[in-house]
């Protein structure tokens, strides 16, 4: 059973940088897509970006200029750095394994294990 | 960018069917999936692709896809039902993913 555990500060100062990880067990960590997701309290889901395990990305348009996610297969982990934070960045982070697959009907994207989350403060 | 519209609410009695959509341009490229989030807790997949379960998904969950809107249709409702349920598709304009507004879900 695949199993995701962020980690990091719960409480970032504003204009400071965001630093979490996501150490993945149960499972290795070739040959997936691995996506950051937040939510800030009381609100919806919101893709923060994907990381292929060769290491190409995908990021959210409207954070693109200050997200960065990488990934250390040595250690089964991805990495998701976030810049300039304000308290709108306030919000519960999931890290989360997304898997695509291809037919004659269509395709499709989806996210098949999260983890618990971890709920990020940005306060001064 | 693409945007997924759900209807905010809906109250439903035990043992009802009903069905949640989901708008986008984006589900006439790609298949919505379908999470189901109760208070304190991650999301979990219910629904992919064409009409697709996970393992311990029970079978009362169904989607169906149709032009721009996708459906989640629940049969019977049971009480731990109760929760936001959320759409999520890649962006048929460019290479990332989004997810809908989410609908809460209250059986009475």
């Known amino acids: 059973q695949v199993q995701l555990q962020e980690s990091g500060p719960r409480l970032v100062k504003p204009s400071e940088t965001l630093s979490l990880t996501c150490t993945v067990s149960?499972?290795?960590?070739?040959?997936?897509?691995w996506s950051w997701i937040r939510q800030p309290p009381g609100k919806g889901l919101e893709y923060i970006g994907s990381i292929y395990s060769s290491g190409s990305t995908n990021y959210n348009p409207s954070l693109k200029s200050r997200v960065s996610i990488s990934i250390d297969m040595s250690k089964n982990q991805f990495s998701l750095k976030l810049t300039s934070l304000t308290a709108a960045d306030t919000a519960m982070y999931y890290c989360?394994?997304?898997?695509?697959?291809?037919?004659?009907?269509?395709?499709?994207?989806?996210?098949?294990?999260w983890g618990q989350g971890i709920l990020v403060t940005v306060s001064s | 960018s693409s945007e997924l519209t759900q209807d905010p609410a809906v109250s439903v009695a035990l043992g009802q069917t009903f069905r949640i959509t989901c708008q986008g341009d984006s589900l006439r490229s790609y298949y919505a999936s379908w999470y189901q989030q109760k208070p304190g807790q991650a999301p979990v997949l219910v629904i992919y692709?064409?009409?697709n379960r996970p393992s311990g998904i029970p079978d009362r969950f169904s989607g169906s896809s149709s032009g721009n809107t996708a459906s989640l249709t629940i049969s019977g409702a049971q009480a731990e039902d109760e929760a936001d349920y959320y759409c999520?598709?890649?962006?048929?304009?460019?290479?990332?993913?989004?997810f809908g507004t989410g609908t809460k879900v209250t059986v009475l």
């Open positions: 692709g064409k009409n």
């Open positions: 989360a394994r997304q898997r695509w697959e291809y037919s004659n009907s269509g395709s499709a994207y989806y996210f098949d294990y």
């Open positions: 149960g499972g290795s960590i070739s040959s997936y897509y």
């Open positions: 999520s598709s890649r962006d048929s304009s460019d290479n990332h993913d989004v």
